[in-house]
C-alpha cells in the first residue's frame, strides 16, 4: 500500500478516473441549488441528481467528483465512534446509461490493487453481494479472482430510497489486522456483520438496474431501460486506512486542527479524546458551510450550523477553554483544505469573524445555562427532565434542545420531548396572537398608556442606549420579571410591527 497524504488519496482517485474517460464534477455547494427537498448536499450523487432523474443530459455520461457533504443525523456520535462525521468528503464514479457492473468491478479493482494506483494488498480484501445478484458474485470470483472465502452474499445489499431506481450493490472491505481485532474473532466478524474496527467498509458500488414501485414486490421490479452506476468511497475513511490512523481523526485531515486546538487547552488529546474529535470536525463543517454562504439563524441550515458550533464550545468547555477559541481553527482548516478548495484562504477572515461573534455570543449565556441544567440533573429524581424546563434552556439561555437531549443523555437521563414539542407550539402560538389580536387597540391597561415621551429620533441608528421605564406581566405593572414578560424602554431603535 502506498504511503499517502489525504490530499494525495482525493488526487489519484480523480485521476484515476479521468484517466479511464471520466468528467472530473467540481465539488458543489453544500446549499443545494433548485432542490428543496434537501438541506444540505448529503452524498456524492446528490449533486448529480439533475443527471440520473434525466432532467439534464451529461456531456459525458461518465462522472467522478470529491463532493462534500454534510450529514446530522448522527451528530450525537460524532467523537464517540471512529468513523461518524458531520462534514465529509465523498468520492465517487458514476455512469449515466454508459458501462455497468463488470467495468464497475474492474475499475474498483484496478485502482485498489494495481502498483500505479493505490496498492492494496488483495488478500486483505473482502467483497459483500446481493444475495440474488449471481452475476456480480461470478465476474468477482471467476473474472477478477476473489477467493470464495472472502465472498459474501447479503439480502442487505440492496440499495433503495423509495419509488424509483434502485439495484443492488457489492460493498468492498479491508482488512486491518489483529491490531483491529482485540477479543481475536477473525473472519467472523465480517461473517456475521458485526460492528468492528478491523474489516472496514470502503467502497459501495451501486448497480441501479430496477425501478422501484409501491405495492410491488422487489422480486418482480421491472429492469430499467437504463442502467447507472453510483459509487461511494469515503475520502476520509480510506485515508485512515491508507495513513493506519486508529480512526478518521489520526490522520492529517484532523491532526493538525488537534494539534492547534491543544494549544489553547489544559487537556491533551490523549486525555479526552472525543472532545478534540467533536471540535475537529465541527470546525471542519463551519467552515465550509459559511464559505458556501450558510449564516448562523434560529431556524433551517442556520439553525443546525448555530447547533453545531455550540456542541462544540461546550467540549471546549471540557477541555478547558473558557473564552471563544474555534474561530482560531478556521485558518488550520484552510491550510489542511486549500489545495483542493482554493477558494477558502480569501475567505478565512470573514468566517472566523462569524464564527467568533456566534462563540462571544453563546458564551455569554452557555454558564448560565448550564448551571441550569447541572442543578436540574442533580435533583432529578424520576430520571426524566420536564419539557418545560428543556424549553426554557432553549427559549431564555439559547441552549439547542438537542445539546440539552446530549447532556442528559450522558447523566443517563431522558428529556419529555413530547412537553417540549408542546411548550414550543404554545410559544409559537402566543407570538402568533400577540400579532393578530384585533382588540389589542382598544384593550390596553392603563399603566402600558402611562408613559409621556417625546419622539426624539427617526429610526435611523442601528444603536441606541435606552433606559428601562417599566416591567409588565400580562398587562400589569410589576417591579421584577424571572419569566416571560413585556419591558419598555425610553427610546428603542425598533419599528413597531409593520413598521
Known sequence: MKQLTGNQVRKMFLDFFESKGHKVEPSHSLIPNDDPTLLWINAGVAALKKYFDGTIKPENPRITNAQKSIRTNDIENVGKTARHHTFFEMLGNFSIGDYFKKEAIDFAWELLTDEKWFAFDKDKLYITVHDHDEEAYNYWVDVIGVDPSHMLKTPGNFWEIGEGPCGPDSEIFYDRGEKYDPEGLGIKLFYEELENDRYIEIWNLVFSQYNSQEGVDRNDYEELPQKNIDTGMGLERITSIIQDGETNF??????PIIHEAEKLA???????KMAYRVIADHIRTVTFALADGALFDNAGRGYVLRRILRRAVRYGKQIGIEKAF?????????????EFYD???????????????EEEAFHKTLSNGEKLLSGLIKKNSDGIISGKDAFKLYDTYGFP?????????E????VDEEG????LKLQQMRSRGARVDNESMTSQK??????DLPSTFEYDPTNIRGVVIGLFKDGVKTDQLDDYGEIVFDVTTFYAEMG
Not at 489520526?250 to 491532526?255: G, I
Not at 489544559?266 to 479526552?272: A, I, M
Not at 447523566?411 to 431522558?414: G, I, M, Q, T
Open 411 to 414: 447523566s443517563n437521563l431522558k
Open 326 to 338: 474555534m474561530y482560531n481553527l478556521v485558518g488550520v482548516v484552510s491550510e489542511i483544505m486549500k
Open 250 to 255: 489520526d490522520t492529517d485531515f484532523f491532526l
Open 420 to 423: 417540549f414539542k408542546e411548550e
Open 446 to 451: 392603563p399603566d402600558l398608556m402611562a408613559f
Open 343 to 357: 477558494y477558502l484562504p480569501e475567505k478565512v477572515s470573514y468566517i472566523s469573524d462569524l464564527v467568533k461573534k
Open 266 to 272: 489544559n487537556v491533551s488529546y490523549q486525555e479526552n
Open 401 to 409: 434542545f438537542e445539546l440539552t437531549l446530549e447532556i442528559a443523555q
